[in-house]
């Protein structure tokens, strides 16, 4: 189960209901009930109950196609506590594309710490909208990373939140550094 993505966890969740195991036993002769129950007790194990608050940056240089992300993570009982952080130079990309970069990245490492439940903070607005479905996503580029994002989203307990620049210092120096690493 720890190789598979949240989407693929949560469409496991939703085979593996309540709903469906009458369903399950009509479709595998000879199988009941309590052995759908029990192999969804033992496949769908309980998921770490940390809380954290990730803040994401991208950064882009367009004239040297380089772009970086950072990241970094909290525990969400202590806001001083620093989980993880990542710095990362991704090659050329838009600054908008970094953002969507450094959030998939962010979502990854979640996935690898077993967090599911997570608080995204981003200063960018159009990444926010657009995950958040308040924007649509018009760029070719940006619709698959924005597909990408919605799958690793789909199994967790998540939320986006906009906030200024000042409140983003970490991941902003985060993904600046990034840039250095070419």
């Known amino acids: 189960m720890s190789d598979l993505t949240p989407r693929q966890k949560n469409l496991l969740k939703i085979l593996l209901s309540s709903?469906?195991?009458s369903k399950l036993t009509s479709l595998v002769h000879g199988s009941t009930?309590?052995?759908?129950k029990n192999i969804a007790s033992a496949v769908l194990t309980v998921e770490s109950a940390i809380a954290v608050t990730v803040y994401i940056d991208g950064a882009s240089e367009l004239e040297n196609s380089n772009a970086g992300i950072g990241g970094i993570y909290f525990i969400n009982t202590d806001s001083e506590k620093e989980l993880y952080s990542f710095s990362e130079n991704i090659g050329a990309a838009t600054n908008n594309e970094a953002e969507?970069?450094?959030?998939?990245?962010?979502?990854?490492?979640?996935?690898?710490l077993n967090i599911n439940k997570v608080d995204i903070r981003s200063d960018s607005e159009l990444l926010v909208k657009q995950v958040n479905l308040e924007y649509k996503v018009r760029n070719e580029?940006?619709?698959?990373l924005h597909a990408q994002a919605r799958d690793w989203l789909a199994g967790l307990d998540w939320s986006l939140h906009h906030i200024r620049r000042a409140e983003n210092k970490k991941a902003d120096a985060l993904s600046k550094q990034a840039l250095s690493k070419k």
Request: proline residues 0%; hydrophobic residues 40%.
């Open 19 to 21: 709903e469906n195991m």
């Open 33 to 36: 009930e309590k052995d759908w």
């Open 100 to 112: 969507y970069h450094a959030l998939l990245r962010a979502l990854e490492i979640g996935h690898e």
């Open 141 to 144: 580029r940006l619709q698959k």
